[in-house]
């Protein structure tokens, strides 16, 4: 009888942002319809109110999350929500303090899947929990992915302070220089969010592209060590680790 563990499958990060995009388009309808049923409830106390939409989301994200192992977006592309030590489902407070820190973190969450061992984004690895495909021998071998170790068989990496540290400074000084180039191609009235010409709003939309895309390759290439300032060293050949 072969009692092996299975291995460990991770989704690729479009997968999860399908996910992430599926939940969202339910979160609008259900936002609409909550606006919708307003004038029905229009004499009510307002506890009531806010519970009408606050109810539906605690049960579609925390508790799914916690009895399902993912929200409908997950279910929807074969992915689950675990502990990131254990094969048991998360419980409803951690789900919703998941929750909590991705909303308020945003895209940038997602972008630390590109480079964490697990493939966890920052809401994961703040509550100590992965996503994993459910079912990966229905997919293709380009969307599974094991757990990615860093090269410290050849490799010294600083620590992760340091490493987070020269990302901040990276991130700050691409947000001064965003600064500088919008001072320097948009007009006054458009930086003050007066108007903006056609042009202008082309030149806003194509700078933001760039500062996300800056952040991304900061935050990546700084996990890394491959950033000046964290850069991973080679190890003598007498330090490397026998295997």
Not at 34 to 57: C, D, G, H, R, Y
Not at 194 to 218: D, K, R
Request: aromatic share 10%.
């Amino acid at each position: 009888m072969n009692n092996a563990t299975p291995e460990i499958l991770y989704p690729r990060l479009l997968r999860r942002v399908r996910a992430f995009l599926f939940d969202a388009v339910i979160f609008i309808i259900l936002l609409y319809a909550w606006l919708a049923t307003m004038p029905v409830f229009e004499n009510a106390q307002p506890l009531l109110k806010i519970s009408l939409l606050i109810i539906p989301i605690v049960i579609l994200e925390p508790v799914l999350v916690a009895f399902t192992g993912g929200t409908l977006g997950h279910h929807f592309m074969g992915l689950r929500i675990r502990d990131a030590s254990s094969d048991q489902n998360i419980g409803v407070l951690r789900a919703t303090a998941r929750a909590i820190i991705r909303t308020f973190l945003g895209w940038l969450s997602f972008i630390f899947v590109l480079v964490t061992n697990k493939h966890q984004a920052l809401h994961d690895y703040f509550t100590s929990t992965v996503v994993i495909l459910r079912r990966p021998e229905t997919l293709p071998a380009h969307e599974r992915f094991v757990a990615r170790a860093e090269e410290r068989a050849h490799y010294r990496y600083p620590s992760i302070a340091r490493r987070i540290s020269v990302i901040l400074v990276y991130v700050f000084l691409g947000f001064l220089i965003l600064i500088a180039l919008s001072m320097a191609t948009l007009s006054e009235t458009c930086l003050n969010g007066e108007h903006c010409t056609p042009g202008e709003m082309a030149i806003s939309q194509l700078l933001s592209i760039l500062w996300l895309l800056a952040l991304g390759t900061s935050i990546v290439l700084g996990w890394k060590g491959l950033l000046y300032g964290c850069r991973r060293s080679p190890l003598p050949r007498s330090d490397a680790p026998v295997v």
